[in-house]
């Protein structure tokens, strides 16, 4: 694994441990990001959402307000955009050349229900509740912010391109467990290819 790979992994399993440690790894993860921006489409290989968008077709109802959270460039934002033709969505990361990137990837038809911002999913400046679905590809989990903007009756999902080979993997005995003390009462893990997702809904009806 690349120095690189490796620092996201360490950065991971650090913050889902102790989330107090993110103030000493942000600055330099985001400055990693903001390098990898340009390269990230080639880095990712066409099919690295497929696990993700699986777990999508199985969230039911359909979300009126969607979020992805560590968007880099975009994609885990579109896929959801694309499956929800109805849903507002935003797209968020912390590295600013990642939203560029993802901004210039917007399609005309999308414009007008979906954006992008730069912010940090450790604090988020959206209300409580605010998401009926909250997305996170490669990403790492903040589980008190997610937990927080997700509705009641609404839905998370991880997706892991790699399994547990993504340098940013959460195992889903550890995202059960996190999420089950936030509320949260229905799981789902799947598998495509050499991709993992994991689905959980938050009890409640939104
Ligand atoms: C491995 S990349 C995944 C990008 C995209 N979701 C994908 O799967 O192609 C992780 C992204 O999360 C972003 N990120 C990491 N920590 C973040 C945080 N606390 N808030 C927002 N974005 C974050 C990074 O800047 C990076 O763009």
Redesign the pocket.
Known sequence: MSLGRRF?RLTTNAVVRRPGL?RLF?GP??R???R??PQ?DEI?TAD??AG?ERALEQVEPPPRRAL?????????AFAVARRFPEAEVVG????GS?IEAARRKMAPGLADRLRFEV????ALPFEDGAFQLVT?????P?FDELARVVAPGGFVVF?F?GGSGT??YVDPTRLRVELERRGFTQFAELEVGRGTSFLARKAGSG
């Open positions: 996201a993110w942000r993860l985001r990693q990001f903001d990898l921006a990230w990712v690295h959402l993700f992805d959270l560590g968007t880099g460039t975009g994609d885990g968020i990361d912390l590295a990642m912010g940090d999913a450790s996170l590809a490669n990403m790492i903040f997706g391109s340098p940013i």
